[in-house]
């Protein structure tokens, strides 16, 4: 994989380095990619308070992922107090930021940049075996998406369970925006037949559980998607292999996606959460810019495979 050097985390995402075809990105057994994401609060009011919490910096390794390098910014008026930052990992080994500012004017930004390798073949995501229900408000079923759950299984390995999993939900839940929001559990997006990535993530979680089949709850980034996506990672107990599993696009992941958090559901994950006070009630405005790319691509795979045909 040509890498031309490594690209500068300040400059990442610019003009500089263009993307590569979607197709292309598909095939390919290895890649760099760069991720710019910004999100800017815009307050009514000035603010004298914030705590916030943002996951929005990838993983440091996740699977055949790797943060090359990163920076994060907070971007706020200069006037102000210093604003204080810890950066740590939570249960999940999720990087986490938190960030308490004393005040804001009228505006504040978080920007990330991040420089990303990944290679197929790589030894796939450790999987978190810590004393977690993994059921949870938002991925528990009722009684209809229970029994869809027995009606989708069959024999197989958990591998080959959650793939059939994954075509229910495709096939049952229609993508549609308005219909749903962040605290719609997955009964509910399955009644409804309807819903964005996060809900069709909820429902072949609880699916999957419901199977005793384990998975968890994946967010991140896909090559061409504005906002944020979100997935699923199941393990097959038999074998320890851990797949990602895409039932919006009912896929597997390949090296257009880029893992930022994992978790039980989107509450464990979401990019930004946070309290202010201020002296006056503040209506808040959230702008997220994002900036996305596959930079470099290596074909070592089909090029094998061209080889290997020709003797």
């Known amino acids: 994989m040509a890498q031309a050097g490594l690209l500068d985390a300040e400059t990442a995402g610019a003009d500089v380095a263009p993307a590569i075809a979607r197709d292309e990105v598909a095939s390919a057994c290895a890649a760099i990619s760069v991720l710019r994401h910004v ?9 004298t308070r914030m705590e916030h919490r943002l996951v929005v910096i990838p993983r440091r390794v996740h699977g055949d992922q790797r943060r090359i390098e990163h920076r994060f910014r907070v971007l706020v008026d200069e006037a102000r107090d210093p604003t204080l930052l810890h950066t740590g990992t939570d249960a999940f080994g999720n990087t986490v930021v938190d960030i308490h500012a004393h005040g804001v004017d009228d505006r504040i930004s978080f920007e990330t940049t991040a420089v ?20 949870t408000a938002l991925t528990s079923p009722g009684a209809a998406l229970s029994r869809a759950a027995r009606d989708t299984d069959g024999p197989g390995g958990d591998t080959d369970r959650a793939r059939r999993v994954m075509a229910r939900v495709a096939e049952h839940v229609a993508y549609g925006k308005g219909a749903t929001g962040v605290r719609t559990t997955a009964a509910e997006a399955w009644d409804m037949g309807r819903g964005v990535c996060q809900d069709m993530a909820h429902v072949m979680i609880a699916m999957c559980t419901e199977l005793g089949i384990p998975a968890r709850y994946a967010s991140g980034h896909l090559v061409g998607e504005g906002a944020s996506h979100a997935w699923v990672e199941v393990l097959d107990a038999a074998t320890g292999a851990v797949t990602a599993f895409d039932p919006t696009h009912d896929r597997v992941t390949d ?5 930022v958090a994992v978790g039980r559901d989107y509450s464990d994950v979401s990019p930004t959460a946070g309290t202010v ?3 006056a009630a503040s209506g808040g405005r959230l702008e997220i810019r994002k900036e996305f790319r596959v930079v470099s691509v290596g074909m070592r795979k089909r090029e094998e495979e061209h080889d290997a045909a020709n003797g």
């Open 116 to 135: 990303l390798s990944r290679v197929l073949g790589e030894p796939g995501p450790r999987w978190h075996h810590g004393a977690v229900d993994p059921r």
């Open 39 to 47: 999100a800017t609060y815009t307050y009514q009011v000035p603010i």
């Open 255 to 259: 090296l257009r996606y880029v893992t």
């Open 277 to 279: 006070w201020a002296d």
